[in-house]
């Protein structure tokens, strides 16, 4: 049966098994590598929940840095100011730093015996909160403009990236086990890398051609998609049971779509920034859901509260009943970010540091296990 209170929560995790495959050769041979030297020198006392918050953050200043700077994503269009070279710099020193400490928390917890479910979740719901930071940072470096990509283009794509997430998260719900996709690391260091590169070549470098009619700003959609997980067998024996995760994700990107298409004053052309923050946020409240249920093996709600005050959102918008979707879109994404930073302290947070620490078993499936 689901359950959904703080104190259920913490009791049918009293007892887990984390398994997690991760087979991409960029991590195995290099990046783990690296980061078991970078474990080494960090103090013992040093909490890997800190870590992995630390690392969040550095995203969200990110974030912010490149909202301060371009926030309409036309700065690094022809005609425009463009962003000043420092800021690449940091937001690629930043982006790198916070996918070191993404893959050294769970070693850090291993280091120091203190592994506990409430690592696990606190890592996988922050990294599925970080998907729209981490998008809506990159695409400042090609921006709107002629040279760019489109706001509704990048629309899709971040929806591309949000469903493979948790289609990893699905997997395991199905599974049992985590399987790590390969983009990930890819992509984290290819982005790190791009960000120095802007700061030294310049935005306008990315206006060019590289064969053709095929731009930077097309690799960078074909890059920032990533790679999709893969199928196994699944644990629940209903289609139904199976797929129902998928519910309320699904009923999220029909919701945020129709505003989008029908959006009388085209509301993701005038405030693209704070349409996808609402857009992530949304969808990290659901993906974390989803990541309780998995861990407690408790069955997937099939639909989210969340839900129904949106489509009466939508339905204010669309119909011209609320002249002001500025004001709306504003108001909205606070209470969407407020309700998801209330759900992370009352459900899951707190439950565990009121109880016994419980007990995690890690089990090793793949070549090496990058998180905890």
Excluded at 232 to 248: G, M, Q, R, T, V
Excluded at 252 to 263: D, E
Excluded at 285 to 294: A, E, H
Excluded at 348 to 363: A, G, N, R
């Amino acid at each position: 049966m689901f359950s959904n209170k703080p104190s259920d929560l913490a009791s049918s995790c009293s007892f887990l098994q984390y398994s997690a495959v991760d087979s991409n050769p960029l991590s195995v041979y290099i990046m783990h590598p690296f980061w078991n030297s970078v474990v080494k020198v960090m103090p013992r006392w040093l909490a890997p929940n800190l870590i992995t918050f630390t690392g969040f953050m550095f995203l969200v200043f990110n974030f912010l840095m490149l909202a301060f700077y371009d926030y309409h994503f036309d700065a690094s269009a022809e005609g425009h100011t463009h962003v000043p070279s420092w800021v690449w710099v940091a937001a690629g020193l930043f982006n790198f730093l916070a996918y070191t400490l993404d893959g050294v928390d769970g070693k850090q917890a291993r280091r120091t015996n203190s592994s506990t479910p409430l690592g696990e979740l606190f890592d996988h719901g922050l990294d599925s909160w970080a998907c729209v930071f981490f998008v809506a940072t990159v695409y400042s470096i090609f921006g709107r403009g002629e040279s760019g990509v489109g706001v509704v283009t990048l629309y899709y794509i971040l929806w591309v990236v949000l469903f493979s997430f948790i289609l990893s998260h699905w997997e395991k719900y199905n599974t049992g086990i985590l399987f790590l996709p390969w983009g990930y690391d890819i992509s984290q260091v290819t982005i790190s890398i791009i960000y120095i590169v802007t700061a030294v070549v310049g935005v306008e470098t990315w206006y060019e051609p590289i064969w053709w009619n095929f731009h930077y700003r097309d690799l960078f959609t074909f890059m920032i998609l990533g790679e999709a997980s893969r199928n196994n067998s699944l644990k629940h024996s209903s289609i139904y049971e199976a797929f129902l995760p998928f519910l309320s994700p699904v009923l999220l990107f029909l919701l945020s779509t129709v505003w989008v298409i029908f959006s009388p004053s085209d509301i993701l052309q005038q405030q693209p920034r704070v349409f996808y923050l609402m857009v992530g946020t949304a969808f990290a409240n659901l993906t974390c859901k989803l990541i309780v249920c998995q861990m407690s093996n408790t069955r997937c709600q099939p639909l989210s509260w969340l839900l129904v005050p949106m489509a009466t959102v939508v339905l204010l918008a669309v119909t011209g009943l609320v002249t002001n979707e500025t004001l709306l879109i504003y108001a909205w994404t606070a209470i969407v970010i407020l309700t998801h930073v209330h759900y992370g302290v009352s459900v899951v947070i707190l439950p565990f540091t009121q109880q016994k620490p419980p007990v995690l078993i890690m089990l090793n499936t793949g070549d090496y296990m990058a998180m905890w």
